[in-house]
C-alpha cells in the first residue's frame, strides 16, 4: 500500500491557511448523528444523500475504507 502526498508551495498569508485547516480540525469528517451502527474495529455504517436519486441511504464501510475516503 503506497500513500501519496502532495506538498504545495509556501503561501502567502499563514492566518488564511490557519483557518482553513481550523475548519478541518475542528469538525469530524460524518456527523454522529448520521452514524448508524459501529461494530468495535470492523465496521462502520452511516447515512448518505445519494445525488442520482434523491434518497438517502445506509451505507457500510471498513474502517480502512473509511479512512481512505476521508483523507482523499
Known amino acids: 500500500q503506497h ?3 502532495h506538498l504545495s508551495k509556501k ?3 499563514g492566518r ?5 485547516l481550523g475548519h478541518y480540525l475542528k469538525k469530524p ?4 448523528s448520521r452514524l ?9 455504517s452511516f447515512t448518505c ?3 442520482r436519486t434523491k ?3 445506509q451505507e457500510t464501510l ?6 481512505r475516503r476521508v483523507v482523499q
Open 29 to 32: 469528517p460524518i456527523s454522529g
Open 55 to 57: 434518497t438517502y441511504q
Open 62 to 67: 471498513s474502517q480502512t475504507d473509511m479512512l
Open 49 to 51: 444523500l445519494d445525488h
Open 36 to 44: 448508524a451502527h459501529y461494530t468495535s474495529g470492523a465496521t462502520l
Open 16 to 20: 488564511k491557511t490557519i483557518n482553513y
Open 3 to 5: 500513500w501519496h502526498i
Open 11 to 13: 503561501t502567502k498569508n
